[in-house]
């Protein structure tokens, strides 16, 4: 009979997160391959009832009620979720209806060890009073986002590490049917995830639902997302449980990538809101009730309540549904995942201030230079470029000609100024990047934007996550600090380097050595690039490493000096680079 430490030790050395299941003393009879059969049992990112948990992962209880499903929605029973260390530490979160009799609560599983659960309902003696336990195995997985805390403008999760969001426009992933009304399959996401990750990007921005007919931008959207056959005290199931399928997948499968979650349909562009405010404070808090109770245990998501909206002095609907939505996160989302609202674009960002926005999501336009991240940087929350350019979206007209710079230049120049970033791909559509020169479309069904050539545009982006993990750095410990440094070539504006420093210790340099902006960017091919770096407040010597963003190509450079200002030239011509500067101690 193997001991209980042969056990452990066999255990650590499996694939995957496993939890050890204790029997009593009947189990010493089995023989030692049977007894490790049924000793050794997976727990799944996502668990259910008996089943183990995972630490950083959501746990599931299912109830049966009593048979009356009139009013199933209206039934106001909940689950007291209490982890090994007590009392203190208790979540008491709503069950929400899933159909056919069935109610589900989630926790958000937070510790090791032995949890146990309590039911209550005032009115279904079937879904009050019930109760049970279940254990919860340590992980590697990284939990949930959290405001860094040496520097509130960055994220780290909940495992200590810092979040690089390399984000992707990935509108219709979480959908049964995308902007066109065709179909969504599970293997289609799953591919399309499994593209993007291997190519650097860590974040999604998913709606919620959207309509079989493919993407409008009408008040049927609200029917289409969120309520059953017209009515409005009956939410619409399907699209929610499509949803929920999705994020289960992406905790199981791909659990490092975040979901910007958006909530909510665009009444229309440049409208104000009128499907909220005829909603009745039952109607709308029944909504809001059973989405936090269903999505808010993934430790992956972060909010956005709308996408694209106006907002300010002419736009009071869309102002007061995005503060009533946004203040009842905040106080009823047990384990706060960042929240923001997205605006229309090139329009500021009206919430800065406000206590229940935890980050500032903005869209513009070629914004290569990070430009509009300077006027809410002493907001001192992450702020998001969530929509620039797209590619392959209106041709000529409007795409980026040489994506594969363009967007690379939109991620460093963002990450070295404080920010964050977004790629738009084909956004109406699901098609796995690595498929998109062979599968084709059209624009929302316009037969004037055929889809039909591969995406580049994140071609250089596995490079930037490679860049930071290899080196082991992090931007919570930097600042930006452009006017150390100026092109010797005389850039400024859009096209001048971007700076971000640690102390006096490190500094971090990326140089879009730019020949054109906007459309046409691209890089000057005939010349390396040059920087002049301020060191006057520095001293002792630094180690200089260069970095090629078109491929991660990397080369050392001679040390310099402090206490002065230093001239440094790229190795390569034509190239867009990375130059790091690190004090030798």
């Known amino acids: 009979m193997p001991s209980v430490g042969t056990v452990r030790r066999i255990i650590n050395r499996l694939p995957g997160k496993f939890a050890v299941v204790r ?36 746990h599931e209880i299912v109830l049966s009620g009593n048979g009356s499903v009139e009013k199933a929605f209206d039934k106001q029973a909940s689950v007291k979720f209490t ?11 709503h069950a929400f209806y899933d159909g056919n009799n069935t109610w589900r609560a989630r926790v958000y599983v937070s510790q090791v060890g032995r949890w146990r659960w309590t039911s209550s309902c005032a009115n279904d003696a079937a879904l009050d009073g019930r109760s049970g336990a279940f254990d919860a195995a340590d992980s590697s997985l990284r939990g949930r986002l959290l405001r860094h805390p040496n520097n509130p403008r960055q994220w780290i999760t909940e495992d200590g590490r810092w979040f690089l969001n390399l984000s992707d426009t990935a509108y219709f992933l979480l959908c049964a049917h995308d902007g066109n009304g065709e179909p969504v399959t599970d ?13 650097g990007i860590t974040s999604l921005r998913c709606f919620l639902a959207s309509r079989r007919e493919g993407f409008s931008e009408t008040p049927g959207q609200w029917n289409a997302w969120h309520f059953d056959a017209g009515s409005f005290d009956r939410l619409r199931l399907e699209t929610m449980q499509t949803a929920d399928h999705r994020l289960q997948m992406l905790l199981d499968e ?32 029944r909504l809001l009730r059973n989405l936090v109770a269903r999505f808010a245990a993934y430790p992956q998501i972060y909010w956005l309540i709308t996408n694209d909206a106006h907002y300010g002095d002419k736009f009071p609907n869309n102002n007061s549904m995005v503060r009533e939505v946004g203040n ?127 995406l580049t545009g994140l071609d250089s982006v596995q490079a930037i996550k490679e860049y930071f993990e290899q080196r082991n750095v992090e931007l919570g410990g930097f600042e930006p600090a452009h006017v150390l440094v100026e092109d010797q070539d005389g850039r400024t504006g859009v096209q001048a380097p971007r700076l971000m420093q640690r102390g006096k210790d490190e500094f971090l340099i990326y140089h879009p050595h730019a020949e054109l902006d906007g459309q ?20 002792g010597s630094f180690s200089v490493e260069w970095f090629r963003a078109e491929d991660g190509r990397i080369q050392t450079g001679e040390r310099i000096n402090g206490g002065d200002w230093c001239e440094l030239t790229a190795p390569w011509k034509g190239a867009d680079v990375v130059v790091r500067l690190l004090r030798n101690l």
């Open 23 to 58: 029997f009593g003393q009947g189990c010493f009879a089995l023989s030692s391959v049977c007894w490790l059969t049924i000793a050794i049992v997976r727990a799944e990112n996502f668990s259910v009832d008996a089943q183990p948990a995972t630490k950083f992962g959501v």
């Open 83 to 93: 982890p090994p260390t007590g009392e203190l530490h208790a979540k008491t979160v």
């Open 187 to 199: 293997d289609q996401a799953r591919r399309y995830v499994h593209d993007d990750a291997s190519r």
């Open 254 to 285: 791909f659990p490092h990538i975040a979901v910007q979650l958006i909530l909510f349909p665009l009444e229309g562009y440049g409208r104000d809101d009128r499907t909220w405010t005829g909603l009745s404070v039952t109607q709308r808090e």
């Open 328 to 454: 009842y996160l905040h106080k009823h989302d047990e384990w706060q995942h960042p929240r923001s609202t997205g605006h229309a674009r090139r329009l500021p960002f009206h919430f800065g201030g406000e206590s229940w926005v935890d980050y500032v999501h903005v869209e513009h336009e070629h914004d290569l230079g990070a430009l509009q991240y300077g006027q809410y940087h002493s907001l001192a929350k992450p702020v998001f470029l969530g929509e620039d350019r797209y590619e392959q979206d209106r041709g000529s007209k409007l795409d980026p000609t040489n994506m594969r710079y363009w967007q690379r230049r939109l991620f460093w120049t963002w990450l070295l100024s404080g920010g964050f970033a977004n790629y738009g791909g084909r956004w109406s559509t699901v098609h796995p990047y690595s498929e998109t020169g062979i599968r084709t479309a059209v624009y929302l069904k316009r037969s004037d934007v055929v889809f039909d050539k591969p």
């Open 520 to 539: 046409a960017a691209c890089v000057d091919d005939d010349r390396p690039a040059r920087i002049r770096l301020n060191l006057l407040d520095t001293s």
